[in-house]
């Protein structure tokens, strides 16, 4: 092997957030950028030399470049081998994938997940540990503590780039380079939870789909399991095509990002399920024709139907869910006498529950659902449960939803999202609001009475380390909630991220336009934080 030592210095503000490192294309084109916080990642790891990683990302601008540099730094760090998705990609749920089935030490994911891709857009890397999982706070921390003191980092000599499109393997300075097929590997998992006969059958019967890949990771995978195995016709996947600016798209699958699924999904011709993933495929967003689901509801639905998959047919172990999601499925734990969990919000945190066999199913407010079947939440997966759901039952995803709600109660639910306050704002914004805590307790709003605030601190149940701060809670007598936390997941300024909840068992008030249900809480919300006049904006950039 013929490492080289490259004598560097650190760079302010490498620690990882939520899903790990997230910055500027044009911060990561810095020289020594990446590879400061590759090594630091490195050092850490103990016993890696000979073990083997996986690698890949979601094919965004500046993807490749990441790559080539990483195989050469892992090779100089004495890793045995390396499983690279071909082409550079690798979807998120799909290294978790490959990293379960391969035994891998663990591996690097370089994706933003739902940013903005291209030269002017963001990109991340992020670790998974040896389950699959997103690298807990411990690792993280410790990676990051690292970036403050690096002064040198291992690469090789050689500064080829390698082959990333031929299947195959190669060696470089004694490594092995394992470019796969990460699609196969995932169509075949996806085969041994789904019934793709009866999904076969639903298409067959003239049933029409329209996902949407957003020109990201996902559209590989969706094409090999929607088009190939369950013979959806041709164009059932629309931006399949991975590119490296995503096609010019946002590649976050909301309402306000995904406008063209919203609108083709309109009217009494539209297809009668649609569907939309992210950057790295994680996440996912789930409609029927003239009707959205959100994602709390949309893992309520699955727990309460899982029986009717034949993956999950024995039943659920328990349900997480992230705090800021709603309560939904809460109500389905009860109602099935297993446990729910609440959650800080980050998949890290599910990690624990599933490996100690607690949870089966988890899901985040953020468009992400996931199960145990990897480490990771899964958005291709979410949309062959919801797929496998309408070919079992015969219904319609209206259909599900309305009768859950008539089953359960509706539990209203809103997302207003304040983007770029500057970071100095935002701390103070949150440092006010957790100083009236101890006195908001018992006070009346209108008909609204607080029954608790607080700011919410989780003690994992496995392995009882304690994670505070994870976000200001307004507690009301009925069970509605208002939730204010700091996004982790940005890379300019801060986000304010404000969760809105009102629980009405009526189904005579299930009708009613969200944002005038939640109209109570959302004032209420701006008059406790001060939010408009501590952020110095106007009004929410986003409302989900």
Known sequence: MSATTVTTQPFAGQRPGTSGLRKKVTVFQQPHYLENFVQSLFDILPDRVGQ??????????????????????????????????????????AASAVIRKRAAYGGIILSASHNPGGPDGDFGIKYNIGNGGPAPEKITEAIYQRTTEITAYQTTADTADLDLDTLGTTTLDGMVVEVIDSVALYADLMQ???????????????????????????????K???????????????????????????????????????AAMTGAGAPDFGAASDGDADRNMILGRDFVVTPSDSLAVMAAHATKVPGYAAGLKGIARSMPTSCAADAVAKALGIPSYETPTGWKFFGNLL???????????????????????????????????????????????????????????????????????????????????????GQSFGALTLQMAD???????????????????LLFEGGARVVFRLSGTGTEGATLRVYLERYEADPAQHDQPTQEALADLIQLADRVARIRELSGQSAPAVIT
Not at 367 to 374: I, K, L, Q
Not at 455 to 473: A, E, I, K, L, N
């Open 52 to 93: 083997t990683l996986v690698l890949g990302g979601d094919g965004r601008f500046h993807n490749r470049v990441a790559v080539q540099t990483i195989l050469r730094m892992a090779a100089a760090n004495g890793f045995g081998r390396v499983l690279v998705g071909q082409g550079g990609l690798l979807s998120t749920p």
């Open 192 to 222: 041994t939870l789904f019934d793709f006969d009866a999904m076969r059958a639903w298409f067959a019967a003239g049933n029409r789909m329209r996902m949407d890949t957003m020109c990201a990771a996902g559209g590989p995978y969706a």
């Open 224 to 262: 090999a399991v929607l088009e190939g195995l369950l013979g959806a016709p041709a164009g059932t996947v629309v931006n399949g095509e991975p590119l490296e600016d995503f096609g010019g798209h946002h590649p976050d699958p909301n309402p306000a990002h995904a406008t063209e699924l919203i």
């Open 355 to 441: 490996d100690a066999d607690r949870v089966t199913l988890c899901g985040e407010e953020s468009y992400g659902t996931g199960s145990d079947h990897v480490r990771e939440k899964d958005g291709l997966w979410a949309v062959l449960f919801w797929l496998n759901l309408l070919a079992a039952t015969g219904e319609s995803v209206e259909s599900l939803v309305r009768g859950h709600w008539a089953r359960f109660g509706r539990h209203y639910y809103s997302r207003h999202d304040w983007e770029g306050i500057p970071t100095e704002r935002a701390d103070a914004l949150m440092a006010a609001l957790r100083a009236q805590l101890p006195a908001l307790a």
């Open 455 to 473: 700011d919410f601190s989780y003690t994992d149940p496995v392995d009882g380390s304690v994670s505070s701060r994870q976000g200001v809670r």
